[in-house]
């Protein structure tokens, strides 16, 4: 026979009361913390998307060299493909960050004909075949606030972006009359403040459509400049959590870089659709 004493009985009847008011207790905290509610259905907790810019761009190059800078003009070189990713993270219901990277590279060989005066010193001539090499590595990451919850949602972000730039030139040329091929290149990278709004319209939760506008702009230092970038296209997701992405965008460079007679500038517009495998969660 088990014999149990009574401040044994008592200490576990006090441990018994303790512990199922501990339970009651968390219930009831649990029911009056407040849940998370559901976003709009135009807005997703996760997203991470894979693609291309499909463009067709058109640059104007200028690399300074001691005698002078050589200068492209404007030149189509014809559509280029770039890889580009992005991802999307909703912190709460309202506020998210963004992310978005893309490389831009070029290269070009043709004819070209320029002169240059530079003073005193005489005058650059350049002719018969000239090579443009360009290269672009951007990146930029926003903190946004989204106003509304229905299906309309606008999007007003404030961040920071990341831009290298790799510019270089060589052509045939002639100084004071001496015939001799020509180059130079010049690189350079910059963090700039970053502006973005954009507008989310869910038609279904499977079916959405955007717009989206940002501006990248730094004064001063050595390389300076602006990045500007429009868009606007539609999500469809057959499954669930795997969709596609189907958007028209313009972005236009302008970025300068001073460094006396190394002095670089590089001018690019580029216009065309993006594709994208798109996941969310």
């Known amino acids: 026979m088990l014999l149990r004493s009574r401040p044994f009985e008592r200490t576990a009847r006090i441990a018994a009361r303790g512990a199922w008011g501990a339970v009651v207790g968390t219930g ?154 020509l180059s130079n290149s010049a690189s350079d990278n910059a963090i700039a403040p970053l502006l973005e709004i954009g507008v989310r319209h869910a038609i279904t939760p499977d079916l959405r459509l955007f717009a989206d506008a940002s501006g990248v702009w730094k004064n001063g230092g050595s390389f300076h400049g602006s990045i500007y970038n429009a868009s606007a296209g539609v999500e469809w997701f057959p499954v669930k959590n795997i969709g596609l992405v189907l958007s028209y965008g313009v972005t236009n460079i302008d970025l300068t870089r001073d460094a006396g007679a190394a002095d670089a500038r590089l001018k690019v517009r580029l216009q065309g659709p993006s594709a994208f495998l798109k996941a969310r969660f």
């Open 28 to 181: 009831f905290l649990l029911a009056a913390a407040p849940a998370l509610a559901d976003p709009s259905p135009a807005l997703d907790r996760f997203s991470f998307s894979v693609g291309a810019f499909n463009a067709d761009p058109k640059f104007n190059a200028s690399v300074g060299t001691p005698y002078g800078p050589l200068q492209s003009g404007d030149i189509k070189p014809g559509r280029v493909t770039m890889p580009r990713v992005t991802a999307d993270v909703l912190l709460g219901d309202s506020q998210g960050i963004s992310f978005d990277y893309y490389q831009y590279k070029r290269d070009y060989t043709g004819n070209v004909a320029n002169t240059t005066s530079f003073g005193n010193f005489g005058t650059l001539n350049t002719f018969g075949n000239a090579s443009v090499n360009t290269k672009l590595d951007f990146a930029k990451l926003s903190y946004k606030w989204w106003i509304g919850s229905g299906n309309t949602v606008l999007g007003l972000g404030a961040g920071a972006a990341y831009y290298r730039a790799t510019l270089g030139t060589s052509a045939l040329a002639s100084v004071n009359g001496q015939v001799g091929t």
